[in-house]
């Protein structure tokens, strides 16, 4: 897709998450797209995100929703701002807690959906619901409690 | 170690899982060890596993939370029948829901500790409480409900 992800609009110094970063080599790059009032990803697992043969692997399916929701809270918060991505100051979440049920199996070989809406918005912190769908099913529901960065966490720009 | 782990005694079919199967090339391979009353493992974590930079990606907690309370959970199982581990028929356990509590970044350049008790152990399920440790210090804390992995889903052997 040529549209910008949220991830997109993280500054550089905090774009190397394994999970989301765009400028991790090594990592999973997931990419969120804000859609009216949801954050929408889809990611297919690599043929070693396995649980047992034939299923996806749950630690994988928490990390997506994990790195989706934190995404989900930049996009809402720029949103209840009245600003676009990416004007300045940039918003970048960390997860405080996460929360998955597990409702179903994951199959393989499906491209999986992950949708994500703020429950939440207050002060420097967020609840996010996100859901992964696996051929429309709704297979796994997370919370995750998001917190805005703190300032003595920031990397210093190289 | 020369020791056996906990992952050791899965069924070989059942021993394909991204974050703890000792046959999955591509995966974690996490190695947890029954120890008393409860199940110790420990994880270097790579040098791409970041969050924000210096510090361990929360996806990756969760997924070493997640496995090692299955492990737990299995080794467990066999000391609550009085059975060695590998004795037939075997405990392998899912997830079905996960919850975790980041309660400090976790530094990287560390080796993680996690260790595992069952809370609860009744039929075919189980509550698992993992906390991980870097440097002494608990980091996370994670509670997890696992079941037996229903029969429809084991593999036929190859």
New interface residues.
């Given amino acids: 897709m040529d549209e910008m992800a949220i991830q997109d609009f993280y500054p550089d ?2 774009n ?4 989301c ?1 765009q400028l ?4 999973l790059k997931l990419r969120s797209f804000w859609i009216g009032e949801e954050a929408v990803a889809q990611f297919t697992p ?1 043929s ?8 996806v ?4 399916i ?2 997506l929703i ?2 989706h929701s934190t995404a989900t809270a930049a996009a809402a918060s720029y949103q209840a701002e009245g600003r676009e991505m990416g004007t300045e100051p940039p918003f970048r979440f ?9 409702l179903r ?1 994951v199959p393989m070989g499906v491209v999986l959906e992950i949708r994500g809406r703020v429950k939440e918005l207050k002060g420097r912190k967020a609840v996010v619901q996100s859901e992964v769908f696996a051929n429309d099913e709704v297979c796994a529901r997370g919370e995750v409690v998001v917190v805005q ?1 703190p300032e003595h ?3 210093k720009k190289s």
């Fill in positions: 110094e905090l190397y998450c394994y999970g970063g991790n080599a090594d990592g690599r070693y995100h396995t649980a047992i043969p034939g299923y692997y749950g630690g994988l928490a990390s994990d790195c960390v997860t405080a807690s996460l929360h998955v049920d597990y199996p960065l966490m920031v990397p």
